[in-house]
């Protein structure tokens, strides 16, 4: 049992710790339903992709199908402009190993198949949910516009390297990559701006 007046205080400071909590969900409700959403998403996604690759012996150097198909169009892009291109299975990693006019220029690796930054670009789009219909052709259109672009980046990237191999730092760790998230970054705005249930309110205000 306590004193009345100990009860009576201990009363109002839940109701105003209760009346500031409210206060502050409502207010960064927004930000907490985004946040919530694309963190819930980007884990199944990433959680799903991880067990995609678990199906692939990494130690005998065995690369996954879709990076394997990217190393494929790769090499379909490159003899369009020049027939001596080629790709063949790295000897002593899991990579796909790329030969340009006689030269070993690059390799393809797990991480250069976009597939992790389809996976954050999806999750964002998630979080910033449109109609479920638009939601699904803008995801679909995204991810078919980034990999056909992350193609064209490792072609060119090659290409590159051949003619400027003193370079490969910038090319291969700035300029490339910048060209993706750039263009991840443009898709985002325009979902956000354009499509997303934040655009549709802001049109009806």
């Not at 995204?142 to 003619?163: E, F, T």
Request: aromatic share 16%.
């Amino acid at each position: 049992m306590c004193k009345s007046n100990d009860c009576a205080f201990l009363i109002l400071y839940k109701f105003v710790k209760n009346s500031a909590l409210n206060s502050l969900l409502l207010q960064y409700k927004p930000f907490l339903l985004f946040l919530g959403k694309f963190l819930l998403t980007y884990f199944v996604l990433a959680l799903l992709y991880q067990t995609y690759l678990n199906r692939f012996d990494s130690a005998a150097n065995q690369v996954d199908s879709f990076t394997q198909m990217v190393a494929n169009q790769t090499q379909t892009l490159l003899t369009l402009f020049d027939n001596d291109a080629l790709i063949e299975s790295h000897p002593t990693e899991p990579s796909v190993k790329i030969i340009y006019n006689g030269k070993y220029v690059s390799r393809i690796i797990e991480g250069c198949n976009a597939l992790s930054v389809m996976i954050l670009f999806v999750a964002f789009i998630v979080a910033f949910t449109g109609k479920f219909k638009r939601t699904i052709v803008f995801i679909l259109f995204g991810l078919l516009l980034i990999h056909l672009l992350n193609v064209v980046r490792i072609a060119l990237l090659s290409v590159a390297l051949y003619h400027y191999p003193q370079y490969e730092h910038l090319l291969h760790a700035v300029i490339f990559p910048l060209i993706i998230y750039g263009i991840v970054f443009l898709l985002w705005v325009i979902w956000v701006n354009k499509f997303s249930i934040h655009a549709t309110t802001t049109a009806k205000k």
